[in-house]
């Protein structure tokens, strides 16, 4: 008898994951093959979809079949791990719809169509997962498609947000230089004279509809780009659900979000005063920022302190690790210098051959002024370092991409969320230090503070200005203020969160993760191992922490 239930189990999960495997065919990747790219499928290499209204309206009408298939797939006898596939594609096809039908992206920002040209080539750049002559023919191949896009991009637009325009237009000039600059010296090894030709044709067609679509925006949708940017509440809401699946009601969590923030401020003001009772925290912060090293000492200072992080990791009992490799430290590469600060550049979980992983540090250029080089190594001050190496390596973004491999299905390998991959990184941060990294150095922790503080700025600077409770000015002054950033910076991040608008998942993951911790060490009582748990919770993949909490604690407690 038990034999034949698990059969029958076995067998409604198989019947589940046909299902989903036509969903990321049909409904997926048909529409994004770029994303296809960078999961390691390679067959949708040479495709990019037009952008044109008819094409959005076939995929809506491709989710909402796809949506009717899920929704009636009898759930009984599925185990608990497919029944819970069954709600990440169910919940992933909303937000999908949710963003083509009530967001509209592809009608209200312009940048949609232009970062997304470079997006689609920066993927086959980036990994050697064939020879360049092989990649180079994908390239050409999508570069003949981008021109349409933008076509697409000049019926489709309907008055756009101002700010959207402005940011599209601000992006422009270096996404032109990516094309002049960048891809041609990603493919200099290239010696084929042919296929080279071919190449700066389609290459030139691209730098061409670029420079013409910059005259379009400037000239035809600035002028009457009036549009607002805010969700409203209720879409708010619903994009939570969807992507996060968090349904806590928004005035809850915002309450929540002050809470830590000010939690987070007197431990800020309370460290600082043990490095120097006499000073403002802010004239301390000027001088750790001075704490950096040289910039040709950089790289090996991150090489260091990820032997440091990994040898406290395995001595202390924090995570397992699954494989003692090590991401490979390098400088970033030339064409993702404009882009990128520093980076975890991992393989997609189902790439075959370019399986390295790459934490890339972007260094000064040789010919930047002594301040510009100044400026640009506080940024990689004692503190920064070591949160940089904690949040994108050991054990952050790394360590759960090394634990990925071992998600139990194709849906969890490919379906997660916000609030668990960036959740997990900050957690990280905080409970590296809480469990004795660094001593106690206060240094280490007024820094861990700061990057705290800036992720509470952007929970409540989302909530609020996309709730029409804050203007674009006052979320400027909140980070400045109560977040505790220099005003260019909060000026940068207000920017980020009009079209970000659930940036808050950085400090909903962490405050999830540590909610979910208490509630599991409790559950265990003397069994409890810290170890335990980070492995247990990264098992499941980096799905919604409701869908991690429902495994590791058998029931659907509140997840805040």
């Given at each position: 008898?038990?034999?034949?239930?698990?059969?029958?189990?076995?067998?409604?999960?198989?019947?589940?994951?046909?299902?989903?495997?036509?969903?990321?065919?049909?409904?997926?990747?048909?529409?994004?093959?770029?994303?296809?790219?960078?999961?390691?499928?390679?067959?949708?290499?040479?495709?990019?979809?037009?952008?044109?209204?008819?094409?959005?309206?076939?995929?809506?009408?491709?989710?909402?079949?796809?949506?009717?298939?899920?929704?009636?797939?009898?759930?009984?006898?599925?185990?608990?791990?497919?029944?819970?596939?069954?709600?990440?594609?169910?919940?992933?096809?909303?937000?999908?719809?949710?963003?083509?039908?009530?967001?509209?992206?592809w009608e209200r920002?312009?940048?949609?169509?232009?970062?997304?040209a470079s997006n689609?080539?920066?993927?086959?750049?980036?990994?050697?997962?064939?020879?360049?002559?092989?990649?180079?023919?994908?390239?050409?191949?999508?570069?003949?498609?981008?021109?349409?896009?933008?076509?697409?991009?000049?019926?489709?637009?309907?008055?756009?947000?101002?700010?959207?325009?402005?940011?599209?237009?601000?992006?422009?000039?270096?996404?032109?230089?990516?094309?002049?600059?960048?891809?041609?010296?990603?493919?200099?090894?290239?010696?084929?004279?042919?296929?080279?030709?071919?190449?700066?044709?389609?290459?030139?067609?691209?730098?061409?509809?670029?420079?013409?679509?910059?005259?379009?925006?400037?000239?035809?949708?600035?002028?009457?780009?009036?549009?607002?940017?805010?969700?409203?509440?209720?879409?708010?809401?619903?994009?939570?659900?969807?992507?996060?699946?968090?349904?806590?009601?928004?005035?809850?969590?915002?309450?929540?979000?002050?809470?830590?923030?000010?939690?987070?401020?007197?431990?800020?003001?309370?460290?600082?005063?043990?490095?120097?009772?006499?000073?403002?925290?802010?004239?301390?912060?000027?001088?750790?920022?001075?704490?950096?090293?040289?910039?040709?000492?950089?790289?090996?200072?991150?090489?260091?302190?990820?032997?440091?992080?990994?040898?406290?990791?395995?001595?202390?009992?924090?995570?397992?690790?699954?494989?003692?490799?090590?991401?490979?430290?390098?400088?970033?590469?030339?064409?993702?210098?404009?882009?990128?600060?520093?980076?975890?550049?991992?393989?997609?979980?189902?790439?075959?051959?370019?399986?390295?992983?790459?934490?890339?540090?972007?260094?000064?250029?040789?010919?930047?002024?002594?301040?510009?080089?100044?400026?640009?190594?506080?940024?990689?001050?004692?503190?920064?370092?070591?949160?940089?190496?904690?949040?994108?390596?050991?054990?952050?973004?790394?360590?759960?991409?090394?634990?990925?491999?071992?998600?139990?299905?194709?849906?969890?390998?490919?379906?997660?969320?916000?609030?668990?991959?960036?959740?997990?990184?900050?957690?990280?941060?905080?409970?590296?230090?809480?469990?004795?990294?660094?001593?106690?150095?206060?240094?280490?922790?007024?820094?861990?503070?700061?990057?705290?503080?800036?992720?509470?700025?952007?929970?409540?600077?989302?909530?609020?200005?996309?709730?029409?409770?804050?203007?674009?000015?006052?979320?400027?002054?909140?980070?400045?203020?109560?977040?505790y950033q220099t005003?260019?910076?909060?000026?940068?991040?207000?920017?980020?969160?009009?079209?970000?608008?659930?940036?808050?998942?950085?400090?909903?993951?962490?405050?999830?993760?540590?909610?979910?911790?208490?509630?599991?060490?409790?559950?265990?009582?003397?069994?409890?191992?810290?170890?335990?748990?980070?492995?247990?919770?990264?098992?499941?993949?980096?799905?919604?922490?409701?869908?991690?909490?429902?495994?590791?604690?058998?029931?659907?407690?509140?997840?805040?």
């Amino acid at each position: 008898m038990f034999l034949t239930v698990l059969c029958f189990g076995q067998a409604r999960d198989a019947e589940l994951a046909r299902l989903a495997d036509r969903y990321f065919d049909e409904a997926v990747y048909r529409f994004d093959p770029v994303s296809g790219t960078a999961a390691g499928f390679h067959q949708y290499d040479s495709l990019l979809p037009d952008g044109s209204k008819a094409q959005v309206d076939a995929q809506i009408a491709i989710l909402k079949k796809h949506l009717a298939e899920v929704g009636a797939f009898d759930g009984r006898g599925l185990s608990s791990t497919a029944a819970a596939d069954r709600e990440l594609v169910t919940s992933q096809i909303q937000g999908t719809l949710l963003e083509l039908e009530t967001i509209r992206p592809w009608e209200r920002n312009p940048d949609t169509y232009s970062s997304g040209a470079s997006n689609a080539i920066f993927v086959i750049m980036s990994r050697n997962f064939a020879p360049a002559a092989e990649r180079l023919k994908a390239v050409i191949a999508r570069e003949r498609l981008i021109p349409r896009t933008f076509q697409s991009a000049r019926a489709n637009l309907r008055d756009p947000p101002r700010i959207y325009t402005e940011i599209a237009l601000e992006q422009l000039p270096g996404i032109v230089s990516f094309f002049e600059n960048d891809v041609p010296s990603a493919f200099k090894q290239v010696t084929g004279t042919a296929l080279l030709a071919q190449f700066q044709t389609s290459n030139r067609g691209v730098i061409d509809a670029l420079h013409s679509y910059q005259q379009f925006l400037k000239s035809q949708v600035l002028p009457v780009s009036k549009g607002d940017f805010r969700l409203g509440p209720e879409t708010y809401a619903r994009k939570l659900r969807y992507d996060e699946m968090v349904d806590t009601p928004l005035d809850r969590l915002l309450a929540l979000g002050f809470e830590n923030l000010r939690q987070n401020q007197a431990e800020f003001r309370r460290v600082a005063a043990r490095i120097d009772p006499k000073r403002t925290p802010a004239e301390i912060l000027q001088d750790l920022e001075r704490d950096h090293p040289a910039p040709d000492q950089l790289l090996n200072t991150f090489r260091g302190v990820l032997g440091g992080l990994k040898e406290f990791i395995e001595r202390h009992n924090i995570v397992t690790m699954p494989s003692p490799v090590p991401p490979i430290v390098e400088e970033t590469p030339p064409f993702m210098r404009a882009l990128t600060f520093a980076s975890m550049d991992t393989p997609g979980p189902f790439e075959q051959v370019a399986k390295e992983a790459f934490f890339n540090v972007t260094l000064p250029e040789p010919n930047w002024p002594r301040q510009q080089v100044e400026e640009h190594m506080e940024g990689f001050n004692r503190g920064t370092v070591i949160s940089t190496a904690v949040h994108e390596v050991y054990p952050g973004h790394y360590t759960q991409f090394l634990w990925l491999k071992q998600a139990p299905t194709k849906v969890r390998k490919l379906i997660g969320c916000s609030s668990n991959a960036e959740g997990w990184a900050h957690y990280s941060e905080q409970m590296m230090l809480d469990e004795g990294y660094g001593n106690g150095d206060p240094k280490l922790r007024l820094g861990q503070l700061q990057d705290a503080l800036l992720r509470n700025a952007r929970y409540i600077v989302g909530i609020e200005m996309h709730t029409g409770k804050m203007t674009y000015e006052q979320g400027i002054d909140f980070f400045v203020k109560e977040g505790y950033q220099t005003r260019a910076n909060g000026e940068r991040e207000t920017k980020r969160g009009t079209s970000d608008p659930t940036y808050l998942y950085y400090t909903l993951g962490k405050l999830q993760i540590l909610k979910l911790r208490q509630d599991y060490k409790q559950m265990k009582g003397t069994k409890y191992s810290l170890e335990e748990f980070h492995n247990n919770f990264m098992k499941q993949g980096y799905p919604p922490i409701r869908i991690v909490r429902r495994a590791l604690l058998g029931n659907d407690s509140p997840v805040l």
